[in-house]
Every structure is written in C-alpha cells, then in structure tokens.
C-alpha cells in the first residue's frame, strides 16, 4: 500500500485517528523541531512550540483546506506563529542577534535524513551571507523574530511607512540571489 | 496608505489581536493591493523555514508531546458508544467504508461552517425534494448540527467537506469538494444521505474547470431521520433515484 500523503492523514487525524497523528509527527518532528528552536533559541520552549501544535492539529483549532496552499507549508506558518506567540509570552526582551550559522556555506552541518533540506538550507545560507549586515538583521527580526511593524521601525530607527518597503527588499534579494543559484525557490513550491 | 494596510506585517505574523485579525481579514477582501503583497510576502518567505539548522530532538519528546495531545483531548473521543448499535450498515450503495461512527465524529468551529457559507453566496441553488413536501420540525435558527470531512474512496486526490446545518427549522447540508474529476455530457455528481443502507438525494453539481464544486440542499425528507453518512456518486445524470455510479467521497456522520 502507498504511503498516505500529507493532506490524507490531516483528514484522518481530523476524524481522530491516533496513528495519523503519530505519522504526521514523525514526517515533521525533525523540521519543526529545528524551525522552533531557531525561532525561540531554547529546547524546552522548541518541544512546548511542538506540543502546542500538535495540540491545534489534533482539537481541529487550526483547520487546514488546500486552499490554503500545501499542507507543509501551512504547517510551517503555524509552527512559527506558535513559536512567535510563545516568545511574546515569555515576556522578556526577545534577542534578536544574528544567527552567525545562517550565513555559514561548509558541509559540517550535515543531515543524513532530510536531503533536500540540506540542500536547500545550503543554497539558502550562500544567499544570506551575500546580503548586507542590515539586510539580514531586518529578514531575523520580522521573520524569525516576529517583532511588530512598530518594533522594527523604532529598532531601525524608519518611519513607519517604509518598514515595509524595506522588508519586501531584503526578501527580495535574497530571493534574487536564491535563482540565481538556480531553480531552487521554483523548488520550494513542490 | 490606508490605516489598515499598515497592519499587513503584523497580520503576517499572528501578532494582531482576534478583533484586530478579523478587521484586517475583511479589509483583505476589499484591498487587492494588501492580498497580492501578502501572496508576496508568503511566496519571498516560503523558503525560510529551511535556513534553520537541522537540531536533534530531545530523547522521548515523541512521547511526551503525543501523551499530552491526546491528554487534552477530553470530551471527543469519550463518546464512543455507538447509539444505533445495530447500524452496522451494509450499503448497498458501497463499498462505503463507513468506520465506525464514533471515529468519524467530528465537530468543527461553526467559523468553517459559517465560512462555507460565505463562500457560497451567489450560486446556493436549492432543490425541491421529490417527496411529498413536509418539512421537519422546526429547531433553532441557523446552527452547525455537524461537520465532516469528506474522504476519498480511492487513491484519488479528491477532498471535500459537508455541513449540515439547521436554519429557520429546516435541515441544509452544504457540501464542497475540490480536485474532483470533470464530468462528461450529462454527468453529474450526486450527493447522497445514507440512513441504515437507504440512500436519499440530497443535490447535485457539476463541478467547475477546476474541479470545485458546491451544493447546498435543504433536507426535507418526511418523518424522522438519523442520517448516517453522506456520500458522492458520480451518475449519467441528474434523475438516478438510486445511486448508479461508484462513490467518489463520503464520510459516516
């Protein structure tokens, strides 16, 4: 028998099915794990980030339809929503340093089960380390960091009307940078 | 720049609060500009989650995050008599794999019902049933009775939903499904309530260039009626009586 795909076991989980459960967590502890703790920088929190997702995919609070795009994906925005919100409620000031990794392009982070995550992530760090210093700062803050619009232009010290603007840039670059090493932002849309 | 569209990164990241976010969603359908920056935004970040570097989980964590979701999980899955024992129904309609009912329960936010609704607005077409016309007992105005997802039968990548809702004392099932197969000269799709092994027409559609299709039916069958599943059938057309073609989706209720 095939494998289910994602959206298969979200529609048995939502008809309570244990095991659906436990497949879809297997497919993605590793992911949002890594991406949880990249957002709050600390295991316990990264695994409280995990409960409570699995928590809103298991109660039905966050409801999926493939209108919302690819189930992953979907996933992801929660998993970070989650991680952003948990983050606030720690109440202290949420650091905002860079993540000196994110610019690294050598082979000593290696990861045997998720190959395309690998390569992505590799492609993606060589783009990061061409923006600028400010560029980055800007993508950690709002992305990874969940800072308000407010935040980010008292933070850099922008009037509020163009923190967007800025933000759309460096995204933009990076995204430039990213086809320019080819096809793999076509990729992510899989 | 409107007041408004300046809350767009906030929304981006859940940041808003529940009035702020319900604003904003409804300034999202009148400002195209704030939905094609926000389709921008998602398309520029979509790769972002992959930047994080791989981390190991920590020993047992499977574990304690399983046992403390199904923990949280209280009244739903207590419930599992079944209160027609006996409707162990052989449909002739099937190969319905009607699970058991309690596996199937699901009760979802009225919001999605309410969304579907929405959604519907403009083409809800009502059939006037084929029975003699009586209607059901009147109950409370406009609830969700029940919600389900709709399953495939085969390993098609068909999906949908059905909503059966109560209104001004009469019974609507609201039905929507997606990536389901073109229909070819009179064929349509038929929806059905299954009662024991009985099927009951409950509208049909055909479904648009992309594979959408919706229906919404008010239910008026006479007498009392349990419904214990809903399923789609793919018919010649529009007048079978009983369902002709194999089930394309279905869900116990």
Redesign the interface.
Known sequence: MRELNDAELYGKVQAKDKEALSSLYDRYEKLLYSFSYRIVKDGGLAEEVLQEVFIKLWKGKAQYSEEKGKFSSWLLTMTRHTAIDLLRKQAKEPDYELDERDALHSDEASVEDQVEWKERGQVLRTAVSKLKGEQRKIIEMFYFKGMTHKRISEEFDLPLGTVKGRIRLALKHLKTSLSEKGGVSDESKL | ?KANC?????YF???LSNEERERFEAHLLSCEECRE?LK???????????????????AG??E???A???E??TD??SHTTNEKGSVEQKNNVTNLQT?RKS???????PT?AAALFLSLTGNVYTFVSEGDGETTQPEEISSLIKAV?L??SE?EAS?G?AALMSEDGKMNLVVQV??VAETKGDQVYQVWLLEGDKPYRAGYFTPNQDGKGEVAYEVEYEGEHDWDAVAITLEPDHTSETPKGKIVLS?GL
């Not at chain 2, 300046?6 to 906030?10: F, G, I, N, V």
């Not at chain 2, 398309?43 to 989980?57: F, K, N, V």
Request: proline share 8%.
């Open positions: 720049m300046e809350q767009l990164l906030d990241n859940g940041t920056e921008e935004l998602e398309e520029l970040t979509g790769d972002l989650p992959y930047l994080s570097m791989p981390e190991e989980p920590p964590m499977k304690r995050v399983l403390s979701v199904f949280s999980d739903e899955t699970e596996r199937q329960r699901k009760w979802i936010a999605l997802q399953q495939p390993a999906a939903s997606n990536d869900s």
